[in-house]
């Protein structure tokens, strides 16, 4: 993703960094499960360790398992 590697990203604190992410993901996590869970699941994964938090949305895939991961917590 080319966010990653835009300057406002990169010079952004980590809080900045989670923000930026979960705005790109929510449309995403939307579309996989209904829109009473795309928020919580969203929050869900912007609170992981930013590094896997990096990992998880780095592919389309990855997103899937997280979020496949987080409907089965909720569940």
């Known amino acids: 993703m080319q966010m ?4 406002k990203f990169i010079q952004g604190s980590e809080r900045e960094k989670k923000h930026m992410i979960g ?6 996590v939307t579309h996989m499960v209904t829109t009473d869970f795309s928020p919580k699941i969203t929050g869900m994964i912007i609170d992981l360790p930013i590094a896997e938090l990096n990992y998880s949305v780095s592919t389309m895939e990855t997103l ?3 979020v496949k991961d987080a409907v ?3 569940v």
């Open 64 to 66: 899937k398992v997280r």
């Open 4 to 7: 990653f590697t835009s300057s």
């Open 23 to 28: 705005t790109l993901i929510f449309k995403y």
């Open 72 to 74: 089965t917590l909720l």
